[in-house]
């Protein structure tokens, strides 16, 4: 389990979401209190939107709260359209590639949950990567391989029915392969307009995930639990949901993961 | 506060302590059961006298439960003398010159604890470094500080006397310029023979301290927490202690840092 | 292009072949001689067997010249069959994972070289990795892949006959897929009790491979340059060869890839 | 010898000075040609001033050519002040305490060069910092210490007296307790408003430093080496400069290092 912190809005200092908040993703780093694993201390990553199409990237192996690079840039990057991520390895080595978010051209993802038993299947994982992305496949992660693959499934095109097509891919294999639970997945992404956001998991019990619009900052945060602990205008997202963040505006429809015809 | 794990007698594979216990110095880094700070995340270090007098060193700035170098170092190196140290930094930077265990030729030396207000006085501190160890001056902690000004007192010739006039010198600091608790001190250190420890406090709270013989094993275990939950033949070592580690035997004797004259 | 350096005979001190030469592998990171990028600093890595059947592992990403725990631990650790290595990337990013030797069980095996055009078919070349042995793939690099092809190719049985198959399979990609010169390849691989070297290239402009027995030493040097530069003796391995080193024996024999079946 | 790069004028993209020139930054960083190390892979680092009076400060100790973070913050980050250096380390650690730019508060400073057999009297240089700068010292490196007495000796009020007085500080010491040459600084350092450098060389033998305006950019940029090849209009600062930049003006006055009364 991992924490993950997303912001769209009015540009903002990125300390305002990743350093600055009484329960900010930096503290959720040694003390998550939502998920299984307070401590989300395997690395941590950071992908804002700036002046350019394609969004910057600043991720490494230390813990989130004792890097001080992290520090410094949080204090002087303003965006708005960013995402922040602290890490706790469900298996996978800590190394930066395998720290999230992941980007391919425009697009930026961050993840939260695992597939059961990546392990036992991560070659058949790795084939559903299509040519055109598996040169982006650096690291060993099952969260990079839902990313490339459903850029292949058309997350251009369409976001929300390229990721259903490739979490159905990988909930096949974990299915077919894998152990229960067979999907946890509450993930973040981005093309550098819109914030989306998914929760599902294959026995309804995923990962917390939550939005709060603040008027006075003119922008929303989206999380994998609050950054205040005082704050009780958070919304929760229900289960099995797909969100588009644009503007002020929330879309959240059903999200279904598609199996596979060849899965019949 | 940090977490630390000593071993003196028939050579085994450091992982029998460092990795291999139900509550080793690993399962420690990120859940310590009888310090203030539960995750100890901010660097670790392992030295370990082999063939040579001057011992190896492996310091790394990743948490250590996540460093795979140190997994593969653990189970290959066997010695009958070794320490080994995972990070909570009280404010220095996590970096690898700020990790324990510090050496100096045939000694080696590591720390849990502080010197109340150290960084207020740290110019101060590290004038009271003589100019034959400054140049071993790497970081900027209160321990290695420590270290080394007990090399410039004698620590060769008299390992007690040294050390209590360094602790000595460092206390006056800390009460005439510093703030309360003005000394936490539970250290290990040792010349390639012995190994020494140390518990002490100004104010009677010091850092716990425990050691074991293993008959079966041939060894001790000289630990900031016991290694194992489950096993009650754990001694505690008293506040104000001074402990010479030699073959099986135990010395135990009061250890009380020296003001210095000038501070008079 | 890399460089590397292997040994096989009585115990040694790593850094009799690592650091004290005066062309020392370490000294090669900077300055290399017989290859086109001088500078190896894109990571290093060690392996050596000790006490138990499968070799310890240290690997990091900083040049090896600068690290210190490389040079505690090539100073302390001594063994009879061990591989060096220092990187210049040809492509891939800079981490650990990405660093040579790599280990599966008892094998280690590490490679200065390259498949041409290899980030085109990478996809391809991870097929080519059987489920067993899928788990052990954590990096992104060609010589990565061509151990771990190898392993499923039978290198426990046949060494010989099992690496020419996995070059094979690269070769057969790279030159449908890739770019020329399809296959540069100098590797050095064991299990523990043989030390095995290969030099090959598609072009015959095959890397360096030199070897040299030590009398007063006990003991044999295979590198791919000679670590020292004024010592005459060294023996340069001709192109297309597979070597078998054990105790003071080498057989030298042809190394042929073989083009697979399908490819016809 | 280190190499490094500093502008000031209209903001660009870091990059346009840091990687994208054809002998730019990161291309010095393994093919310097103007001074005695080619290879400067001992980490690197960056300050740039934005929308706050404090720099932002990225610093790490991989080769500038292999660090992605580095490759994507430059593409990102646009500055209208800015410094990067790239470190070949003349004795101390690689850590990222040592490498350059070191800041307080809104100032930045990064040097190439040394003070002559430094390690002597590295006790007696850290003397000179005066306890309210005391806490900056992270590090090990005559650079950070020259900084940090400068700040002591009112590099606000008067940067280039108080750089004189620091320098004549460490000249003293030097010379007294070092070896020739004694002094060898380039050095560039700014408050967020001016780019103040300095040539100087007790021997005549300073490291070389230059800058160009350009009209089209609307900016200038500093230099240890001109960043291309085939411009011919670099100008070389003469040994035994001060050099103020600021806007488009350049003010050029001799530095002369100031020699303690106490010296007498």
Redesign the interface.
């Given at each position: 389990m991992c924490r993950w912190a997303a912001y769209l809005g009015q540009p903002i200092f990125l300390e305002d979401i990743v350093s600055r908040p009484a329960h900010s993703l930096i503290r959720q780093s040694?003390g998550a209190m939502r998920c299984h694993t307070p401590?989300n201390?395997?690395g941590f990553g950071l992908a804002?939107y700036?002046?350019?199409p394609?969004p910057?990237?600043?991720?490494?192996?230390?813990?989130a709260w004792?890097?001080?690079?992290l520090r410094?840039?949080v204090?002087?990057?303003?965006s708005g359209l960013f995402m922040a991520h602290v890490r706790a390895?469900t298996g996978t080595?800590?190394?930066?590639?395998n720290c999230h978010p992941f980007t391919v051209g425009r697009w930026c993802f961050m993840h939260n949950g695992q597939f059961g038993g990546y392990?036992?299947f991560?070659?058949d994982a790795?084939?559903q990567?299509t040519?055109e992305f598996?040169?982006h496949?650096?690291?060993?992660t099952d969260s990079e391989a839902l990313f490339l693959i459903a850029l292949g499934e058309g997350l251009e095109q369409d976001p929300k029915a390229a990721m259903e097509r490739a979490a159905g891919r990988l909930a096949d294999l974990a299915m077919r392969r894998g152990t229960a639970p067979y999907v946890r997945l509450t993930a973040a992404f981005s093309d550098g307009q819109r914030l989306y956001a998914i929760r599902y998991a294959s026995d309804e019990q995923a990962p917390t995930l939550y939005h709060r619009w603040s008027a006075s900052r003119g922008g929303r945060a989206v999380v994998s639990e609050p950054l205040e602990t005082d704050e009780d205008d958070w919304q929760e997202v229900p289960q099995g949901s797909f969100c588009i963040f644009e503007g002020e505006g929330v879309q959240i429809s059903p999200f279904c993961p598609v199996r596979q015809a060849r899965a019949a």
């Open positions: 040694h401590v201390a395997d804002w700036g002046e350019r394609e910057g990237l600043y991720r490494d192996v230390m813990p004792s890097d001080p690079n410094s840039l204090a002087q990057v303003r390895s080595a800590t190394s930066r590639n392990d036992g991560r070659r790795d084939v990567i040519d598996y040169p496949r650096k690291g060993a």
